[in-house]
């Protein structure tokens, strides 16, 4: 049974992905009609509420929303006047009392869009929230992987780079563990967390051994002005040692897709061609998180919170 | 008539055992009254390379087979069959719990100035013909569209008549009417059976 609110992957059960991505299937095929809309969500709102700037986590929603045919409206306070709790809440009580059918939330510090559902009566969707969960992303990549390799049961996935900051780290990591996937990290030691794992994945700081016979590789962006110097020395070292080229990728499996969630900071943790060309399937991850998104916006728009039930369940 | 399923439980009834019931045609009546209704489409529609048979699932989609292979049978005519799913179109979506699951849409052929002859197994308030019609208009612009219901209910809730019907059942609205396989899947002998009204509410 699928909760009021999409918050993370933890707290998903496996049966509820499967649901997602069952309904995902369907999805893209609507995407790949002529008239590319159906009438689902006629008459009803959703609210992009983002916090923290992004370009294609919204526009996929926007996009998602649209082609089900729901209001989509984009709402982006500037950070810089919503630095208080309160003022995150009196914004989103402000468009609660507009009557939205769901509102997506990204913000920059962890555990703001689950605030917001414990105020909210319209369902949450979280678009990414600090280093917490990067729920959709995460569908998306599940789904892209069942696409490409038909199942992900027994698959070996392995996720390279900054892991410790990485919300799109951690929803792999709980979505793929769910999926009955092998799942290897790998990064400098300094981007590791310390208890990763707990979690049940295995870390590695070899990229060569943690790439060994894995089916999936998929490398993290790199905020490298960011980090360089005190996680690594350099962005170059970083592509010498953890950027995927095809030499590297050598050691994984013969038919191994690569994935990143974008944008790609190229020549730093993927190549040029590889960047661009299969193995790599980064458009298709595109492509497919509207085909996610549709499908989230189909199973939790629109349905009622019921009271009683914790308001946290997700 | 998968608007008048509840969205929890599917016509098939999955590994349940199938509740007992009424059986109102089995597996030859059914193939007699498709023979028939293949007659009559080919008797209504002069030009039989305009048509093209668009089931509702789940079961519409074994009955459009059997009417293909009826009037491939009869006329030698190689009919196409497309599958649509309404749900996306239905109009009850806002007021259930959880959302039902979609099912497979695949049409082979463009719309466009085809006779399209709706197939749907059960046939009760009429929402999901209007479903499947606004469906239909989203994939181009039909040159007419019939309709084929196995069994008819009556209990109309729209304005839409059934242009060929398998059998006439009047019913309580509170019973179920659901074509199913006799072994489970739609794939093998199909039987239509009534069962008796749902407790759980109007079924």
């Known amino acids: 049974m699928i909760g009021s609110d999409l918050l993370g992957i933890e707290n998903l059960e496996r049966s509820d992905i499967e649901r997602i991505l069952h309904t995902a299937v369907h999805m893209r095929e609507v995407g790949e009609r002529e008239v590319k809309k159906v009438p689902t969500l006629r008459g009803r709102t959703i609210v992009n509420l983002f916090f923290e700037s992004s370009t294609r986590t919204r526009a996929s929603f926007e996009i998602a929303g649209k082609r089900l045919s729901a209001d989509v409206v984009n709402f982006s306070p500037s950070t810089s006047s919503m630095k208080k709790a309160e003022s995150i809440l009196d914004t989103a009580r402000t468009l609660d009392a507009m009557d939205p059918d769901a509102v997506i939330v990204r913000h920059e510090v962890s555990g703001v869009p689950k605030c917001i559902a414990d105020v909210l009566d319209a369902p949450v969707i979280n678009a990414g929230d600090g280093a917490h969960e990067h729920p959709t992303q995460a569908l998306l990549d599940l789904f892209t992987v069942q696409q490409e390799k038909g199942c992900i049961d027994g698959l070996t996935v392995t996720i390279v780079g900054d892991i410790l900051h990485s919300r799109v780290a951690r929803s792999n990591i709980y979505g793929f563990l769910k999926m009955g996937a092998e799942v290897r990290v790998a990064a400098p030691p300094p981007m590791i967390p310390p208890a990763i794992e707990e979690l049940g994945v295995k870390a590695y700081t070899s990229l060569r051994e943690a790439l060994d016979g894995a089916d999936v590789v998929m490398a993290l962006r790199i905020q490298s002005e960011r980090l360089a110097g005190s996680y690594f020395p350099s962005a170059r070292e970083y592509a010498a040692t953890f950027g995927l080229d095809r030499s590297k990728l050598h050691y994984a499996k013969e038919d191994a897709i690569v994935m990143h969630p974008g944008p790609v900071n190229r020549g730093v943790e993927l190549a040029h061609d590889l960047a661009d060309h299969r193995p790599s399937v980064i458009l298709d991850q595109v492509r497919n998180g509207v085909a996610i998104r549709m499908a989230v916006l189909y199973l939790y728009a629109g349905r009622k919170r019921e009271r009683g039930q914790s308001r946290s369940a997700s | ?203």
Do not use: W
């Open chain 2, 1 to 203: 008539m998968a608007q008048e399923t509840p969205p929890s439980s599917g016509r098939l009834r999955g590994s349940d055992p199938a509740p007992a019931g009424r059986t109102l045609l089995d597996d030859t009546a059914i193939t007699r009254a498709l023979t028939r209704i293949a007659h009559e489409i080919l008797e209504r529609n002069e030009d039989t390379s305009r048509l093209y048979l668009v089931a509702i699932p789940n079961g519409g989609v074994p009955l459009a087979r059997r009417l293909a292979a009826s009037l491939s049978q009869i006329a030698d005519v190689q009919v196409p069959v497309g599958v649509l799913d309404t749900t996306l179109y239905r109009d009850d979506l806002m007021l259930m719990g959880e959302r039902p699951l979609l099912r497979a849409t695949e049409m082979p052929s463009a719309v466009d100035e085809r006779v399209v002859v709706l197939v749907d197994d059960v046939v009760k308030t009429g929402r999901t013909i209007r479903a499947a019609m606004d469906a239909l208009m989203d994939f181009g612009r039909p040159r007419m569209v019939q309709v084929v219901g196995l069994i008819d209910r009556g209990h109309r809730e729209l304005p839409i008549k059934l242009d060929y019907v398998g059998k006439n059942v009047p019913t309580s609205p509170r019973e179920s009417v659901c074509l199913r396989g006799r072994d489970g899947g739609l794939d093998g002998p199909l039987e239509v059976v009534l069962l008796p009204a749902d407790p759980r509410g109007d079924a």
